[in-house]
C-alpha cells in the first residue's frame, strides 16, 4: 500500500485525536483509516498509537512519527505547489534548438528579441544537432525544436509560427555564360547548388506545383549562406530562402529567375512536449514568435 497515503492517514489521526474524527477530515471511512495505520505500524514494525474505546493516544514511536512524517507531507505539499506556480509563469530555463540555417536568420532575430523581452526566462539556443526523429530533442534536454516540414508524430504537439519564403536566383555572371531558363525541367541542363537536406525543389502555384529532383549538382552544402556566396561567384543556380538573399538581390549580384514561376513559402513550425498544457513560458515564447515574424515580413524584392 502506498506509503504516503497511510502516512496521510496517520497524521490526521495524531492532528485531531480520533479515527473518526480523521474519517471525516480525509472524506474516509473510520475502519479504512485505522487499517491504514495498522499497515503503517505493520511496515515500519512498531505501534504508533494506543487504541481505547474513547480516544486514541500516540506512543512514544509515534510522537516521534508523527513529527517526521508531517515535515515530510508538508515539504512535498510545497515542492508541488512551488512547481505548479513556476508551470504557470513565465520564468525558468527554455532551451531552444533548430536547424544553423533558420537559426542564423530570422529565428536568431526572433529569439534574440524574446529574450531582451522576458529576462526571468533563460534562453539556451543551439543550432544544429537535429536528429531525424522528431521527438528525440526532448531526450536530449530541449523544449522546443523548429522544423520546416509537415510532421505527423502524435508524440509532439506542433505549431506554425511564420511561412519562410524562398527564391530561385543566380548571378548576372552565370545567366550571362549559360543558355536561360525558361522551364523548371530546364535545370537538369544547368550547374546548381544544393543543400544538402534539400535535394528535391518543388516549383510552381498550388496543385500545379512539381518536384524536381536535382541531377546536375555543381556543389553542396549544409548552408545556405555557403550556397549564397558560391552563387553570388557565379558558381550555378541556387534554391535560397528570401531574407538571406535579400541584400544581394537588391544590389543585383543576385537575380531572380523564373519569377512567374512560384517557389512555395516553408512553412516554419514549433514542436514542444505533448501534455494537456505546455509551461507558460512555452506559450509565450510560441505567442511573442508569432507576433514577431507578423510584425517583420520580408520586404518585396523590387527592382
Known amino acids: 500500500m502506498d506509503r504516503l497515503l497511510l502516512m496521510r492517514s ?146 509532439v504537439r506542433l505549431k506554425k509560427i511564420a511561412s519562410l519564403p524562398f527564391v530561385l536566383c543566380a548571378s548576372k555572371k552565370y545567366i550571362d555564360r549559360h543558355d536561360p531558363l525558361s522551364h523548371p525541367n530546364d535545370l537538369t541542363a544547368h550547374d546548381c547548388l544544393v543543400h544538402v537536406n534539400d535535394p528535391v525543389w518543388r516549383m510552381g502555384y498550388g496543385h500545379t506545383s512539381n518536384l524536381h529532383k536535382i541531377r546536375n549538382v555543381a556543389f553542396s552544402s549544409n548552408s545556405y549562406i555557403a550556397l549564397q556566396k558560391a552563387a553570388v561567384q557565379g558558381r550555378g543556380i541556387a534554391l535560397l530562402p528570401q531574407r538571406s538573399a535579400y541584400d544581394d538581390l537588391m544590389s543585383g549580384a543576385l537575380e531572380t529567375l523564373l519569377p512567374e514561376v512560384a517557389v512555395p513559402d516553408r512553412p516554419l513550425y514549433a514542436i514542444y512536449g505533448p501534455g494537456q498544457t505546455a509551461p507558460r513560458k512555452i506559450t509565450v515564447f510560441l505567442e511573442f514568435l508569432t507576433r514577431w515574424f507578423a510584425a517583420n515580413p520580408i520586404p518585396a524584392i523590387q527592382r
Request: aromatic letters at 8%; glycine letters at 8%; charged letters at 25%.
Open 10 to 155: 496517520f497524521v490526521t489521526v495524531a492532528q485531531v485525536g480520533s479515527f473518526s474524527g480523521a474519517a471525516k477530515a480525509l472524506s474516509s471511512s473510520g475502519s479504512l483509516v485505522s487499517r491504514h495505520v495498522a499497515e503503517l505500524e505493520r511496515q515500519i514494525g512498531v505501534r504508533l498509537v494506543n487504541r481505547t474505546a474513547r480516544s486514541v493516544t500516540l506512543t512514544e514511536p509515534g510522537l516521534r512519527y508523527a513529527e517526521f512524517a508531517t515535515r515530510i507531507l508538508e515539504e512535498i505539499r510545497a515542492e508541488e505547489s512551488g512547481i505548479a506556480h513556476r508551470h504557470d509563469r513565465a520564468e525558468g530555463a527554455l532551451n531552444i534548438v533548430c536547424p544553423k540555417w533558420i537559426g542564423s536568420l530570422d529565428l536568431g532575430d526572433a529569439i534574440a528579441a524574446f529574450s531582451t523581452a522576458h529576462p526571468k526566462i533563460l534562453v539556451r539556443f543551439e543550432l544544429g544537432g537535429l536528429s531525424d526523429r522528431t521527438y528525440d530533442f526532448l531526450d536530449s534536454g530541449f523544449d522546443v525544436a523548429f522544423h520546416t516540414r509537415d510532421l505527423r508524430d502524435s508524440s
